[in-house]
């Protein structure tokens, strides 16, 4: 297993480079889908039982080539049938391999040791359907005793090959998760907590997957994309922009009345990071990463305003009537705003759990003594 391990990284920066032919490229998959049919099949009975989670990968999103290559190399059933056959199923792109190594890392986790964040039974059940717009992130909160965001963070970083593309530590990046989720607590808020924040993360991860946005973006936006997705309202105070501008809040004060909640939620973030190097997840990233990255994260937190709302929407029309002139860091903007405010495009009964949610939190608004406001 290490050693076809050494392999891929060694094609994947082969690839990146451009110096990887098409035939190198088929015999370490063959290698691959070698090894593991041998450690999947001969040690790990229970992942080849036809019944299995394989059988529930049926989504259009996932090409059928890669769901024949998966029940070729972990199924008993479709294994006796290709042998008899001597047909295999081919990828058609890089594109569907890397969908492929997806489902492949999930399983893979789930009957190794491997170094990181642990998941509870429950927690792998609940993360099933991560790739769903109906994902039912109030489930993955109780099964994760209350770190939604936690386990959302993490497993998106992991499957988009982040934590490794940047040498993210595993312990900084658990530490400032959990600090995120501590901040998220501050104000007790009913709706803006860190269940929002995983909700968030989570149908930006979607909309990414189903748009095809993921293979328009670079890895290190799309770890912005991500990145800003959970920060984008923490220490959330429970009130409005406006709220803090008429009772003349410290914050107001000090963001001169503009984009008041979100510009503290994005500086906040950033000190967690500067303040602790054991929880500073972009310790490894170059100058130039750090920079982009920032500028990025900042641009889409602060975009989350809602004041801006009608704004982005006049401003991404225009930009559609000549599509090559598209501003990227705009389209991202209005990605995670979308994610933001998509609750009532969601079922009925997520719909209905937001909304009381936020209207108990503007309900504890208004019983604030008049002479604040």
């Keep these: 297993m290490d050693l076809m391990r050494m392999r891929l990284?060694?094609?994947?920066?082969?690839?990146?480079?451009?110096?990887?032919?098409?035939v190198d490229l088929k015999k370490n998959l063959e290698y691959a889908a070698s090894v593991l049919e041998s450690v999947y099949i001969e040690e790990t009975r229970r992942l080849v039982d036809t019944e299995d989670e394989l059988s529930d990968i049926q989504s259009d999103s996932v090409p059928s080539e890669v769901r024949d290559w998966l029940?070729?190399?972990?199924?008993?059933?479709?294994?006796?049938?290709?042998r008899r056959s001597e047909e295999k199923p081919r990828f058609r792109s890089i594109v569907h391999a890397v969908q492929a190594g997806i489902f492949v890392e999930r399983m893979y986790r789930r009957t190794s040791n491997m170094v990181g964040l642990s998941y509870p039974p429950s927690v792998i059940t609940a993360l099933k359907h991560v790739d769903t717009w109906s994902f039912d992130v109030f489930t993955l909160n109780d099964a994760s005793g209350d770190h939604a965001l936690k386990f959302i963070f993490y497993e998106l970083l992991t499957r988009y090959d982040i934590i490794n593309r940047f040498k993210i530590p595993v312990s900084a990046l658990v530490s400032f998760v959990e600090a995120l989720e501590v901040g998220y607590g501050k104000h007790r808020n009913p709706y803006h907590n860190l269940i929002h924040a995983a909700d968030v993360t989570q149908t930006v991860h979607y909309l990414l997957l189903k748009t095809g946005m993921v293979h328009?973006?670079?890895?290190?936006?799309?770890?912005a994309m991500l990145?800003?997705?959970?920060?984008?309202?923490?220490e959330h105070t429970g009130t409005t922009n406006n709220f803090h501008i008429q009772t003349r809040s410290d914050t107001a004060i000090l963001y001169n009345d503009r984009a008041v909640q979100e510009n503290h939620h994005v500086s906040a973030a950033y000190r967690l990071l500067?303040?602790?190097?054991?929880?500073?997840?972009?310790?490894?990233?170059?100058k130039d990463d750090w920079r982009e990255l920032r500028?990025?994260?900042?641009?889409m937190v602060l975009a989350t305003d809602m004041s801006c709302h009608f704004q982005q929407i006049k401003a991404m029309k225009n930009f559609?009537?000549?599509?090559?002139?598209?501003?990227?860091?705009?389209?991202?903007?209005?990605?995670?705003?979308?994610?933001?405010?998509?609750?009532?495009?969601?079922?009925w009964n997520m719909h209905h759990r937001w909304t009381t949610s936020l209207l108990e939190e503007f309900f504890r608004q208004v019983s604030v003594p008049r002479q604040f406001l």
């Design 71 to 82: 029940a070729s190399t972990f199924t008993r059933q479709m294994g006796l049938m290709l």
């Design 216 to 223: 328009w973006l670079t890895e290190l936006e799309i770890f």
């Design 274 to 286: 500067q303040e602790d190097d054991e929880m500073n997840i972009l310790f490894n990233l170059s």
């Design 295 to 299: 500028a990025l994260v900042v641009e």
């Design 227 to 234: 990145f800003a997705a959970a920060v984008h309202d923490y």
């Design 320 to 347: 559609l009537q000549q599509p090559e002139a598209i501003d990227k860091p705009k389209a991202l903007s209005l990605l995670l705003h979308t994610a933001d405010i998509s609750h009532p495009a969601k079922n």
């Design 9 to 22: 990284r060694c094609l994947v920066k082969q690839l990146e480079r451009g110096e990887a032919s098409v």
